[in-house]
């Protein structure tokens, strides 16, 4: 069954914390995406990882770090998280070189910075 | 940096009735596909329409692309209580896999 699976699906963390959102995927996708969608802002592009160890800063990656060592695992850290980070955060993940290919997404984390 | 944005913040409809979304794209375009959001999850592709055609459907879903004015329209027929979303256009983002979105579109359906 093919599936992102995204953990935690809820997460609350005090301001100077550090946060890490897990992103999985059974398919053996080479690329993956994060994103995070405020309301109002549609989704905006953190970080992309073409495979292991290969990642790309998107449109807004201040603020964050990803770490890909597995084809199957791509992370989200977020050191010392700031409020401005509240969000809700999607993980996607598409083979490479599938023309058109649409990604899955998964059904996201709802990170709250306190 | 999104290569392509929905027209409408939100549309509303009584159910049963015909709604389009609207979208505009501002590059040459091999491909442009809709994606459906529910409340809670993530983004869904619905319908992927390529730039030799002019019209795609999908059941009670409609999609139109016309590349001369680097437009894009999705259409639902007898919409549903469970076509209530935020709908999305976007290039595939091949070649180099920046895939990015706009705003959506937010459709209800009027009680």
């Known amino acids: 069954d093919m599936k992102v699976t995204q953990m935690p699906r809820y997460l609350i963390k005090r301001m100077g914390e550090n946060v890490l959102l897990e992103c999985g995927q059974d398919?053996?996708?080479?690329?993956m995406y994060w994103y995070r969608q405020d309301p109002g802002l549609g989704l905006q592009l953190i970080y992309i990882?073409?495979?292991?160890?290969?990642?790309s800063e998107g449109d807004i990656p201040k603020g964050y770090r990803v770490s890909r060592k597995k084809r199957e695992h791509f992370s989200l850290i977020l050191d010392s998280a700031k409020t401005n980070q509240t969000s809700v955060y999607f993980c996607?993940?598409?083979?490479?070189?599938?023309?058109?290919?649409?990604?899955?997404f998964g059904e996201g984390t709802r990170l709250s910075v306190l | 940096s999104q290569l392509a944005e929905e027209n409408s913040w939100a549309l509303s409809v009584h159910e049963g009735e015909s709604v389009t979304v609207n979208c505009s794209y501002k590059?040459?375009?091999?491909?442009l596909q809709w994606y459906r959001q529910k409340s809670g999850k993530g983004p869904a592709q619905l319908i992927l329409?390529?730039?030799?055609?002019r019209e795609k459907r999908n059941g009670r879903l409609r999609a139109t692309l016309d590349t001369s004015s680097q437009s894009s329209s999705l259409s639902i027929t007898a919409t549903r209580c469970e076509d209530t979303a935020v709908y999305f256009c976007?290039?595939?983002?091949?070649?180099?896999?920046?895939?990015?979105f706009g705003k959506g579109t937010k459709f209800s359906l009027i009680p």
């Open positions: 590059t040459s375009i091999t491909a």
């Open positions: 398919m053996s996708h080479e690329t």
């Open positions: 996607a993940s598409r083979r490479t070189g599938m023309n058109n290919q649409a990604p899955l």
């Open positions: 976007a290039p595939p983002g091949t070649g180099s896999n920046r895939l990015t």
């Open positions: 329409i390529r730039s030799n055609e």
């Open positions: 990882s073409y495979d292991v160890d290969s990642n």
